[in-house]
């Protein structure tokens, strides 16, 4: 069966954009009981330059390196207790974006609309952040995990002296602390070990056909409860507008690889020419302390010379014989006595 590369920012919205199938994808990552998930207002990272914008109406919305997706969920958690979080799934073609994501992360936890109201034991009313479950979908190798395709980054709360986990839950902990899940595409290769790696094989590289848009699967290599994701997908490569797309996303990701070159080797280039600026200025300063050495050794011969002349005069030897021993005419001599 051919469905639509999942990694292109087009298709997966196409494909995150299906409640069902969002909730299903969402629930097999977080191993999280979903009640409900909904689509929150987000901004993608970036808008294509001006002068693309008349190859299609819908690439005006195209985030281009970090690709945004929040969503809100109503999840039951083992207790039974029923709570909103919000997720954050974000993904990108590259892992230095480290900054970007912190200053997205950052925005989140800054929405004064992501709140909720909590009572408290003694029955007061008060606001408290809503937690965040950051979801990272990562195009590049991560250095150190390569052999990881799923990250879970857990919150692990202790008792500083005992050094014993602490189970209970607050909701002031849970609102300023979060968990996080990496999703490492790279390390998805042939790995099927569960299911949720069956389900992230969508994402696995290795099966594109020659046309990088397109990925060849087995449905019935997918579990039923996933098989509706698998067509989805299958519905996103039939949709010409999302095959325009992701013609369009190849050719931008191309310039934006040609332009990071350009400016790393701007940068190269500028911090190579610092270098053989410093080198110049070392070796210069290594020339004025070696200049500087050898006047001092020169006025020290020249100081032990004129030493040895007065030495030789208190000895009454004739200035005639010191000159002519030495090398020195009677004029320096004579300056060097008096």
């Not at 005069?313 to 000159?323: H, Q, T």
């Not at 004029?331 to 060097?336: A, C, F, P, Q, T």
């Amino acid at each position: 069966m051919e469905i639509a590369n999942p990694i292109y920012d087009v298709v997966f919205k196409y494909l995150m954009e299906d409640n069902k199938v969002a909730k299903i994808l969402l629930c097999a990552l977080t191993d999280l009981e979903i009640l409900t998930v909904s689509f929150l207002p987000q901004e993608l990272s970036a808008n294509l330059p001006e002068s693309k914008k008349d190859k299609s109406k819908i690439t005006q919305s195209f985030g281009l390196s970090i690709y945004r997706l929040d969503f809100s969920a109503r999840i039951k958690e083992k207790s039974g207790e029923e709570k909103v979080i919000i997720i954050e799934v974000q993904k990108s073609k590259f892992t230095q974006e480290q900054m970007r994501f912190r200053k997205y992360l950052g925005k989140q936890y800054m929405n004064e609309n992501f709140f909720s109201w909590v009572t408290s034991v003694d029955g007061k009313e008060f606001k408290a952040g809503m937690p965040i479950l950051p979801i990272y979908f990562l195009g590049e190798p991560i250095e150190g995990f390569g052999d990881s395709p799923v990250i879970k980054i857990n919150r692990n709360i202790k008792d500083r002296y005992t050094n014993e986990v602490i189970e209970e839950r607050n909701i002031f902990i849970d609102a300023l602390f979060h968990e996080g899940i990496i999703v490492n595409i790279n390390a998805l290769k042939g790995k099927r070990r569960d299911e949720l790696e069956i389900l992230l094989s969508i994402f696995d590289q290795s099966n594109r056909k020659e046309n990088h848009h397109i990925m060849n699967v087995k449905e019935i290599d997918f579990p039923e409860k996933f098989r509706p994701i698998i067509r989805r997908l299958q519905a996103a490569a039939q949709e010409k507008e999302v095959r325009d797309v992701m013609t369009i996303e190849d050719d931008f990701l191309a310039e934006l690889n040609d332009y990071e070159h350009r400016i790393s080797e701007e940068r190269r280039q500028k911090e190579e020419a610092i270098v053989k600026q410093e080198k110049a200025i070392i070796n210069q300063n290594e020339a004025i302390v070696k200049q500087n050495e050898a006047i001092f050794k020169q006025n020290e011969a020249i100081f032990k010379q004129n030493e040895a002349i007065r030495f030789l005069i208190s000895l009454n030897i004739p200035k005639e014989e010191i000159s002519q021993r030495l090398g020195i005419s009677i004029v320096d001599i004579n300056s060097i006595n008096n």
